[in-house]
């Protein structure tokens, strides 16, 4: 059973960082599509960012391209979040998730109940 802890959420103003960190904990697989997702209230999670753990590559939505960044430290079983430039529709719960895959399956973010691991979530606010 993979465990996912994610940490790092708060409350920013528009224009500032924040760096979210996921810990993963358990059968951890070498070929794994990890993301961060992110939900607010009601609407629909929306996949943010992916990387698939063998090669490092990655995969963004539009709406964070060129202010967000992800990165795996394998060793340390960390997936990380680096958030700049923060807009007030940032705002939501971060969650990170976990499925092994092929890569190609990784390039394409999928429905919530397409991946098998999921934290508990962390909650980004930015204010104007």
């Known amino acids: 059973q993979v465990r996912l802890v994610e940490s790092g959420g708060g409350s920013v103003q528009a224009g500032g960082s924040l760096r979210l960190s996921c810990a993963a904990s358990?059968?951890?697989?070498?070929?794994?599509?990890m993301l961060w997702f992110r939900q607010n209230g009601g609407l629909e999670p929306e996949g943010v960012a992916s990387?698939?753990?063998?090669?490092?590559?990655?995969h963004y939505a539009d709406s964070v391209k060129d202010r967000f960044a992800i990165s795996q430290d394998i060793p340390k079983k960390m997936l990380y979040l680096e958030m700049n430039n923060l807009k007030v529709n940032d705002t939501a719960i971060y969650y990170c998730a976990a499925r092994p895959s092929p890569q190609w399956w990784c390039q394409t973010f999928r429905r919530r109940n397409e991946y098998d691991h999921w934290g508990q979530g962390t909650q980004v606010t930015v204010s104007s």
């Open positions: 358990g059968a951890i697989k070498s070929n794994l599509c």
């Open positions: 990387i698939y753990t063998l090669t490092g590559g990655s």
